[in-house]
């Protein structure tokens, strides 16, 4: 996870600066930067979507698509199945706060928590706190969630303080971006978080600016309104696209464009946590397991008993294969982790609900609906190489799709071997 500019690769390997227009919309909260804004551009385009075309993003994030679509007039339903992800994609479609307003609103309430808290001998300052009494921080079940030192006490109980002025003075104008404001900059400027192939955290700050940070994110969503047109219809759904796309009519979607988790070690909710415990969507361990079950099996953190999907690609030649390739390697090399014991199978359970997405999708799809999915090669295992396009395309096949072709988006370099992985785009049709 990282918070730098996105770059644009094209497929001769040069690379350009992020495009101004990319900016907007997209840098209010994001939390992977492997599907940039120009790239659902190009897909719009190469499929001809128009007039009251329906786009759906079913693994749809933080909502790239559904902005690119708003901006261009096109009618889009995203589908996601973390809530945190789900409300960024949400606050990032509605463009209906007058951007002045939203800035009165939040600057009220900064006053309120700065008068707070200087009640009790604290500034938002760094350096110029002298607590006059016992910091806040948070109920034990969901302070274990968090990573530790993730965030220091002096910053954890001005946020807080800000959590219940945001509550006591809401107004449902403004609460959500104001609260997605607020998501952002725990990431990038109060907590201690790092960020590189996984989430860390670097040395502890004894104390950190809250209000600073927020209401220049506040600014820079009111910056973006004042730029937005149209009114164009845009959905985005919690919920899990193996199992439900939410109320889509049948054979009703045009184009599909989207970017699925990868079968590797990143865990998702870990590079969240922060601001999904300190905004009230993960409370405790029980909540962090239903969200956790409720994703692509794409890392060994988020496997559990009775995971079944599996059974879809149980007849995969080249998938079992590569689980048998990673269990030997394993066996050979001597690891006996829990997580590691688990490399073959979640290999196994990622592809198969990627299978069931796919089945369960044809049911929405229009005759010659057109398919972009965003994945890439992956050789976390073990260094056992999975080509994640070519498998999605070969699992495509058998349940009716025709495969148009992979195009290569980018590479990146394998932090484990150093070689060159492939980023492509499967790029599928419907024929109905």
């Given amino acids: 996870?990282?918070?730098?500019?996105?770059?644009?690769?094209?497929?001769?390997?040069?690379?350009?600066?992020?495009?101004?227009?990319?900016?907007?919309?997209?840098?209010?909260?994001?939390?992977?930067?492997?599907?940039?804004?120009?790239?659902?551009?190009?897909?719009?385009?190469?499929?001809?979507?128009?007039?009251?075309?329906?786009?759906?993003?079913?693994?749809?994030?933080?909502?790239?698509?559904?902005?690119?679509?708003?901006?261009?007039?096109?009618?889009?339903?995203?589908?996601?199945?973390?809530?945190?992800?789900?409300f960024a994609a949400r606050v990032k479609v509605?463009?209906?706060?007058?951007?002045?307003?939203?800035?009165?609103?939040?600057?009220?309430?900064?006053?309120?928590?700065?008068?707070?808290?200087?009640?009790?001998?604290?500034?938002?300052?760094?350096?110029?706190?002298?607590?006059?009494?016992?910091?806040?921080?948070?109920?034990?079940?969901?302070?274990?969630?968090?990573?530790?030192?993730?965030?220091?006490?002096?910053?954890?109980?001005?946020?807080?303080?800000?959590?219940?002025?945001?509550?006591?003075?809401?107004?449902?104008?403004?609460?959500?971006?104001?609260?997605?404001?607020?998501?952002?900059?725990?990431?990038?400027?109060?907590?201690?978080?790092?960020?590189?192939?996984?989430?860390?955290?670097?040395?502890?700050?004894?104390?950190?600016?809250?209000?600073?940070?927020?209401?220049?994110?506040?600014?820079?969503?009111?910056?973006?309104?004042?730029?937005?047109?149209?009114?164009?219809?845009?959905?985005?759904?919690?919920?899990?696209s193996r199992k439900s796309l939410g109320s889509l009519r049948d054979h009703s979607v045009a184009a599909v464009i989207t970017s699925p988790p990868y079968p590797n070690e990143k865990d998702y909710t870990r590079t969240t946590r922060l601001e999904s415990v300190l905004l009230g969507f993960v409370r405790d361990k029980h909540e962090l397991q239903a969200l956790k079950r409720g994703l692509v099996r794409s890392n060994t953190r988020n496997v559990y008993k009775g995971d079944d999907d599996h059974e879809w690609i149980a007849q995969h030649p080249e998938i079992e294969t590569i689980a048998r390739a990673i269990e030997a390697r394993r066996v050979r090399l001597g690891k006996t982790s829990g997580f590691e014991k688990n490399y073959a199978k979640v290999t196994r359970l990622y592809f198969g609900g990627m299978a069931r997405h796919l089945s369960e999708l044809r049911r929405a799809l229009r005759p010659d609906a057109r398919l972009a999915y965003v994945v890439g090669d992956q050789a976390s295992y073990l260094r056992v190489m999975i080509r994640t396009g070519q498998l999605i395309a070969k699992i495509a096949e058998p349940l009716g799709y025709e495969v148009v072709g992979i195009d290569l988006f980018r590479t990146r370099l394998a932090t484990a071997t150093r070689k060159q992985l492939r980023e492509e785009v499967v790029v599928l049709r419907w024929p109905g």
């Avoid at 707070?116 to 002298?130: A, I, K």
């Avoid at 600016?209 to 600014?219: I, N, Q, T």
């Fill in 94 to 240: 509605d463009w209906n706060p007058d951007p002045d307003g939203l800035i009165e609103h939040a600057e009220q309430i900064a006053q309120a928590v700065s008068e707070r808290l200087e009640s009790e001998g604290v500034r938002d300052t760094p350096g110029l706190s002298r607590p006059r009494r016992r910091l806040r921080t948070l109920p034990p079940e969901a302070h274990a969630l968090l990573l530790t030192d993730s965030i220091s006490p002096l910053p954890l109980h001005k946020t807080l303080v800000l959590l219940d002025c945001l509550e006591t003075y809401e107004d449902e104008r403004y609460a959500a971006h104001e609260r997605l404001a607020l998501a952002k900059a725990l990431i990038q400027a109060i907590g201690n978080l790092r960020f590189g192939p996984e989430v860390g955290v670097a040395p502890a700050k004894d104390d950190a600016a809250v209000l600073a940070p927020w209401l220049e994110g506040v600014s820079a969503i009111a910056a973006d309104l004042r730029k937005a047109n149209g009114d164009v219809a845009t959905e985005v759904h919690l919920g899990d």
């Fill in 1 to 86: 996870m990282s918070y730098a500019p996105a770059h644009r690769r094209a497929a001769n390997g040069v690379v350009n600066k992020l495009d101004p227009e990319d900016r907007a919309f997209h840098d209010w909260y994001r939390f992977v930067l492997s599907f940039p804004p120009h790239l659902v551009r190009d897909y719009l385009e190469r499929f001809a979507v128009e007039g009251k075309d329906l786009v759906l993003d079913p693994f749809c994030g933080t909502g790239t698509t559904g902005v690119e679509c708003k901006k261009r007039g096109f009618r889009s339903v995203g589908v996601e199945a973390h809530p945190l992800a789900h």
